[in-house]
């Protein structure tokens, strides 16, 4: 009994650590990720005073119509056709924000209507902030849904500009590092931290589909420990500083499918916590699906760090698209020794790239040259099937010798015009099976 019970918790923490994942686990992992679904009644803004014309501000109509859904059971809460202006939407359970064709929802750039602060993360760390502009905290069965578009009016007068002015991320990073309690990392106006877009928060079955995305202050989509997220067909198309296109952080059972991303950062980036405050929440984001996805220009079309100090696990990726002259690499993998966090179960087959300006595949743990104590691992990485027109390197695999990548499997891949081969540091069980690099075998 003793000995079943041993080889029982065995079992289990091979699955719970993520150890001999492989691609036979997607369909297991797929069928969990089911999107909600809604009653089939229907709140209309214009019904609660909402105006068309982006001019008049609508957030209390929305507001209304957003409790009187929830109350009523559920439902959507319809935009209709128009432009309609408002500040922050904070989404309640059972509530699905459906934008219909022909509809843009413009956020106000006053930034004193994203006050009070409400819990969230800024660039993975925990603080009170800016509200994100659609919200929700500890809700479940919410969606934002349609063809319409989320306009957050942001550009290089507005919001974007706050990039340069750093004092109060140092602050908010050495107040994580003194493990300040949350609450009392209170920050809002003086203070140029920028709110996400979409930013659910402890949140259970989430639906973000169809609609486009412009002019972002920062990350569009950014689930934060959150279950069961279904993020499909949808478009982004933004620009600006530290705009990632999806962002699931410390959250598990995601799918991201059929959308296309044109980013002014990474197309998809995976995290779980940035350093001192990452390793304090201890939650990995586990069990990622991205498939058949269009990537367009970013720093890279599937990312995962670089806060990763909760750990990242069981990633899959498939039948992607990925190309422009400003797309710089197609998988990325980001870390370094201040950050940690352990990377396994990285899986990459049946990808098309074009053009990429740096590299196909690039793992780097010595990123921004930040050091400390706390050495990333990367293991079990496969690249399969993956075909590149035109890039400086293939694989550019960098790591620290005493802590190297392990179990890197590159197979059946074909790169072509590489101008400078390939650069590779610090990897240990490296496996390189039908693999062409400008029509040579490698």
């Given at each position: 009994?003793?000995?079943?019970?041993?080889?029982?918790?065995?079992?289990?923490?091979?699955?719970?650590?993520?150890?001999?994942?492989?691609?036979?686990?997607?369909?297991?992992?797929?069928?969990?990720?089911?999107?909600?679904?809604?009653?089939?009644?229907?709140?209309?803004?214009?019904?609660?005073?909402?105006?068309?014309?982006?001019?008049?501000?609508?957030?209390?109509?929305?507001?209304?119509?957003?409790?009187?859904?929830?109350?009523?059971?559920?439902?959507?809460?319809?935009?209709?056709?128009?432009?309609?202006?408002?500040?922050?939407?904070?989404?309640?359970?059972?509530?699905?924000?459906?934008?219909?064709?022909?509809?843009?929802?413009?956020?106000?750039?006053?930034?004193?209507?994203?006050?009070?602060?409400?819990?969230?993360?800024?660039?993975?760390?925990?603080?009170?902030?800016?509200?994100?502009?659609?919200?929700?905290?500890?809700?479940?069965?919410?969606?934002?849904?349609?063809?319409?578009?989320?306009?957050?009016?942001?550009?290089?007068?507005?919001?974007?500009?706050?990039?340069?002015?750093?004092?109060?991320?140092?602050?908010?990073?050495?107040?994580?590092?003194?493990?300040?309690?949350?609450?009392?990392?209170?920050?809002?106006?003086?203070?140029?931290?920028?709110?996400?877009?979409?930013?659910?928060?402890?949140?259970?079955?989430?639906?973000?589909?169809?609609?486009?995305?412009?002019?972002?202050?920062?990350?569009?989509?950014?689930?934060?420990?959150?279950?069961?997220?279904?993020?499909?067909?949808?478009?982004?198309?933004?620009?600006?500083?530290?705009?990632?296109?999806?962002?699931?952080?410390?959250?598990?059972?995601?799918?991201?499918?059929?959308?296309?991303?044109?980013?002014?950062?990474?197309?998809?980036?995976?995290?779980?916590?940035?350093?001192?405050?990452?390793?304090r929440v201890n939650v990995p984001s586990e069990n990622i699906i991205v498939r058949n996805c269009i990537m367009k220009d970013g720093h890279g079309g599937v990312v995962v760090g670089s806060e990763i100090s909760g750990n990242v696990r069981n990633v899959f990726v498939e039948k992607c698209e990925m190309s422009s002259p400003h797309l710089e690499r197609a998988l990325r993998i980001k870390s370094n020794s201040l950050r940690g966090g352990i990377v396994e179960n990285v899986f990459f087959r049946n990808v098309k790239v074009g053009t990429v300006s740096d590299a196909v595949v690039r793992i780097n743990m010595f990123y921004m040259n930040e050091t400390g104590d706390h050495h990333p691992?990367?293991?079990?990485?496969?690249?399969?099937?993956?075909?590149?027109?035109?890039?400086?390197?293939?694989?550019?695999?960098?790591?620290?010798?005493?802590?190297?990548?392990?179990?890197?499997?590159?197979?059946?891949?074909?790169?072509?015009?590489?101008?400078?081969?390939?650069?590779?540091?610090?990897?240990?069980?490296?496996?390189?099976?039908?693999?062409?690099?400008?029509?040579?075998?490698?």
């Open positions: 009994m003793r000995r079943l019970l041993t080889l029982a918790l065995t079992i289990i923490t091979i699955y719970a650590t993520g150890q001999n994942v492989s691609w036979k686990d997607y369909d297991t992992i797929l069928k969990r990720i089911v999107a909600p679904t809604f009653k089939n009644v229907d709140y209309s803004i214009l019904k609660y005073g909402a105006r068309a014309g982006g001019v008049e501000d609508c957030s209390e109509a929305i507001k209304h119509a957003i409790d009187a859904c929830h109350k009523g059971g559920g439902g959507r809460v319809v935009v209709p056709a128009g432009k309609f202006l408002t500040g922050p939407i904070h989404l309640k359970s059972n509530v699905n924000l459906h934008l219909s064709k022909g509809a843009t929802i413009l956020f106000i750039q006053d930034t004193k209507h994203y006050l009070p602060p409400v819990l969230t993360r800024f660039e993975s760390i925990e603080l009170m902030n800016y509200s994100p502009f659609i919200y929700a905290l500890d809700q479940e069965n919410i969606a934002v849904t349609g063809e319409g578009i989320l306009d957050g009016n942001c550009n290089d007068q507005n919001w974007w500009p706050w990039k340069l002015k750093q004092q109060a991320n140092d602050r908010l990073k050495e107040m994580a590092k003194r493990n300040v309690p949350v609450a009392e990392r209170i920050f809002g106006e003086g203070d140029f931290l920028r709110p996400n877009f979409i930013q659910p928060y402890r949140c259970k079955n989430i639906l973000i589909e169809g609609i486009t995305i412009i002019n972002s202050p920062m990350w569009e989509i950014n689930p934060v420990l959150c279950t069961n997220v279904t993020v499909r067909k949808v478009k982004i198309n933004s620009h600006g500083p530290n705009n990632d296109g999806c962002d699931p952080e410390s959250s598990k059972d995601v799918l991201i499918e059929g959308c296309v991303f044109d980013t002014g950062d990474d197309c998809i980036a995976i995290k779980s916590g940035r350093d001192d405050d990452g390793r691992q990367v293991k079990n990485v496969q690249v399969l099937n993956v075909t590149s027109k035109k890039s400086p390197y293939a694989l550019r695999l960098e790591a620290e010798e005493d802590y190297p990548l392990t179990d890197i499997l590159i197979e059946n891949c074909t790169f072509e015009n590489v101008a400078n081969g390939n650069l590779i540091k610090g990897v240990k069980d490296l496996a390189v099976k039908r693999v062409k690099v400008n029509g040579k075998d490698l």
